[in-house]
């Protein structure tokens, strides 16, 4: 029979693309004949402004990149500058820096598979999920008054230390998780509708998600071993004992498991950060000297570099964000202002495999690619 | 015996000593058949009353089973533990600005939401709610529901295609293939109860199941129809458009599906049909396969009052059933819906058909 081609705009008001991504079909009835996003509606200037900023100014402004996990984001530009100026970090400071990071990879990879599912029609995962993300933005709050937007990673170290009852809570965190992931295991994992929609939905093979330039948990779920904290470790990921989540069958079923499994993952780091943390000083630096290890904000802010000159040099600092490769190039002119950031985003690199994934599929197979991609907005367009 | 709700009421007043005074009264005028109206007009608006009640109430249901699966209160403010929500969600949809956009087909646009709707109130006609709680007893009953609920495809189709929107064009369509498909197995798994039976009257079908095996597990056909009964509820929750079956308002792919474009109360209306063709299917499940109204009869209460709790304590337990899977489980695809539909579902119905028919011919099953 003969049709004619149908042309849908998918987004930037839609349901299922979190957020402003627009897609493009050309649809043939139900099937995908190819599919464009369309990027932008997000576009803020962020790069721009990093020129505009001092380096302390534009920490802020990393928060609102990919804002459901905002401390990866902290640390890499943080890291990047600290490269830069070549700041030691005391090792307290680090540990605190993990627990935070590994904390905020749990909450995106439950925002991340909590969405997933609604997309898929199962609304009761991101309420799960956001029952459990609660208690840890709640640790967020006790640590640095932000739920979501922490600036709280500063060059040197970090804003605070630890407050009191914090360890405890987080303990209790952790073992509440395990035994969550394992309902959320027993909800989804084995559901045959679940796994009708994922196995074999949104395919890609391990060289091309190499070409693409794919990172995190997509690249790991096409069976490429390559995880950051272990090729290119930083901060004290060295001393941890932890194992890279792979999957090899390429399909959005292992994106997600590759999640669930590195929810647990994430636990047990936890586990290990807090039970080998030392008791030393949070922040360095070696103009203002060490700043007391405990006390109220207001006794360590002073120790702070406010105006901040790294010597004139550039630096590419990547870490292992929960959504993949999250780098930043920073060069310097000598001056308080970065000469030029340029932010190197997961959710940008592993949005463009997209088109290719979906093309003979469906619309909703579109939706389960896209919501194993896990990508958020504020990330992609920056 | 008292054999529907007309011969109730006329029971009742008959009870009061009503009934001859009036019935004088309208005779001496000439105009019996006005008091047959009245009547008539009574139960009708009983049963709309009721339907309409239960709606309200399933809506406000749904929300607190969801809220209990998903560990969350639910609506808690309007009324005692939220129960006045319906009533608040209808004012504030009375007060939305009826919006039809402008390239819709006006006409289509407008008469769409009364041809969902209405099918979904005549399906109660035949549908016995408890010992003489009838309004008719048809003696097609069970092909008057097939055919009633085989309307609202139409009317998707017609909302859809007025809509002149992509997506509702698209849940149109799918909605239409689904309930066509579905249909097909729901059919054949209701003959099967017909041929044990013999009749498609929904109360001769209720008092089939009314004895009890040793005197304790009930005749219900569920017990006679395993495969009967599954294949049934399977294709009544597709019929139905309910997750996981829920493409014609699939949310993530289409937006909104077949009702994008309605807003106010029009979008009211689909919701109503929505909830009362839920209330109806799970009625009609209970009917053919959970014994209908039957139950221990007790002493001292009039049995039009028991069977009538009995027939809702099944049919609520369905529904629960129905919303309890709609949290738990995603929405399957397009066509592996049909897949299930075609080659799973009608070969396994008519399998279904020919052991039963094999069984009652040669006297096993009676």
């Not at chain 1, 389960?368 to 896990?374: E, L, P, S, W």
């Not at chain 2, 607190?64 to 533990?81: C, E, F, I, L």
């Amino acid at each position: 029979m003969e049709t004619d081609e149908l042309i849908i705009n998918m987004g930037p008001v839609h349901p299922s693309t979190h957020g402003v991504l627009r897609f493009k079909l050309r649809m043939d009835g139900e099937i995908i004949k190819e599919c464009t996003p369309v990027l932008g509606y997000l576009h803020r200037g962020t790069e721009k402004l990093g020129e505009m900023k001092t380096y302390l100014q534009f920490i802020p402004y990393t928060d609102r990149l990919d804002y459901i996990s905002a401390m990866p984001n902290n640390y890499a530009f943080v890291k990047a500058v600290e490269e830069l100026a070549g700041i030691e970090v005391p090792l307290r400071a680090e540990y605190i820096r993990v627990i935070t990071m590994e904390l905020n990879r749990v909450v995106n990879h439950l925002v991340s598979i909590g969405s997933l599912l609604m997309d898929l029609g199962a609304a009761t995962m991101i309420m799960w999920g956001f029952r459990e993300r609660e208690n840890a933005l709640q640790l967020y709050e006790m640590l640095c008054g932000a739920r979501m937007t922490f600036n709280y990673i500063k060059p040197g170290g970090v804003r605070e230390d630890i407050p009191e009852g914090f360890i405890p809570k987080l303990n209790e965190f952790i073992k509440d998780m395990e035994k969550r992931i394992e309902d959320y295991e027993q909800l989804i994992n084995t559901n045959e509708i679940f796994m009708m929609r994922m196995k074999n939905i949104g395919v890609i093979s391990a060289e091309d998600a190499i070409n693409y330039g794919m990172t995190g948990p997509t690249l790991r779920g096409s069976g490429v071993n390559y995880d950051l904290r272990k090729v290119e470790p930083y901060s004290i990921y060295r001393d941890i004992d932890f194992k890279v989540c792979v999957r090899r069958e390429c399909d959005s079923y292992a994106r997600y498991m590759v999640r669930i499994d590195e929810m647990k993952e994430c636990l047990y780091i936890l586990r290990q950060v807090v039970d080998t943390m030392p008791e030393a000083k949070i922040v360095s630096n070696p103009k203002y000297g060490i700043a007391p290890m405990t006390g109220a904000p207001s006794a360590v802010m002073p120790y702070f570099p406010r105006i901040f000159t790294p010597p004139a040099g550039e630096v590419y600092s990547r870490i292992e964000a929960p959504k993949g490769e999250l780098g930043f190039y920073v060069v310097s002119d000598g001056t308080t202002k970065p000469y030029r950031v340029k932010i190197r985003s997961p959710s940008f690199c592993n949005l463009t495999a997209i088109p290719g994934m979906v093309v003979g599929l469906k619309i909703p197979d579109l939706i389960a690619a896209f919501g194993t991609i896990d990508v958020v907005l504020g990330d992609v367009d920056r | 015996m008292i054999a529907n709700a007309y011969e109730l009421i006329v029971y009742i007043l008959t009870l009061f000593r009503v009934y001859e005074p009036l019935l004088n009264v309208f005779q001496a005028l000439g105009a019996e058949y006005v008091l047959r109206i009245i009547i008539v007009l009574v139960e009708i608006a009983v049963l709309f009353v009721f339907v309409l009640l239960t709606v309200m109430f399933l809506t406000w249901m749904e929300r607190k089973v969801v809220a209990m699966v998903q560990s969350r209160y639910g609506p808690m403010v309007t009324g005692p533990r939220g129960l006045l929500q319906p009533v608040m969600d209808g004012v504030k949809l009375i007060g939305k600005e009826d919006i039809i956009p402008a390239k819709a087909d006006r006409w289509i646009f407008t008469l769409a939401p009364f041809i969902v709707f209405i099918p979904a109130l005549l399906v109660f006609i035949p549908l016995p709610f408890g010992e003489s709680l009838i309004i008719s007893d048809l003696r097609v009953g069970l092909l008057y529901i097939i055919a009633i609920s085989a309307i609202s495809p139409i009317a998707i189709l017609l909302a859809g295609w007025a809509s002149n929107n992509k997506y509702s064009l698209m849940g149109a369509m799918r909605a239409v293939a689904q309930d066509i498909s579905y249909t097909i197995p729901l059919a054949l798994a209701a003959i099967a109860v017909v041929l044990l039976t013999g009749s498609l009257s929904m109360v001769d079908i209720v008092n089939a199941q009314g004895g009890a095996w040793f005197g304790v597990i009930p005749q219900w056909f569920i017990f006679i129809q395993p495969l009967g009964f599954i294949l049934f509820l399977i294709a009544s929750i597709a019929e139905m458009g309910r997750i996981p079956f829920d493409f014609q308002e699939s949310e993530s792919e289409l937006v909104a599906g077949f009702f994008t474009e309605y807003s106010g109360m029009k979008f009211a209306m689909f919701f109503l049909a929505e909830y009362a063709h839920l209330f109806a299917v799970s009625g009609i499940v209970v009917t053919l396969f959970l014994g209908g109204w039957t139950g221990p009869v007790l002493p001292f209460i009039p049995v039009q009052i028991t069977s009538l709790v009995y027939f809702l304590i099944k049919t609520y337990a369905v529904i629960f059933f129905a919303m309890w899977l709609r949290d738990t489980v995603p929405r399957v695809r397009i066509d592996q819906l049909l897949n299930l539909g075609w080659k799973i579902m009608v070969p396994l119905a008519l399998l279904n058909l020919l052991v039963t028919g094999f069984l009652v011919t040669a006297g096993v099953m009676v």
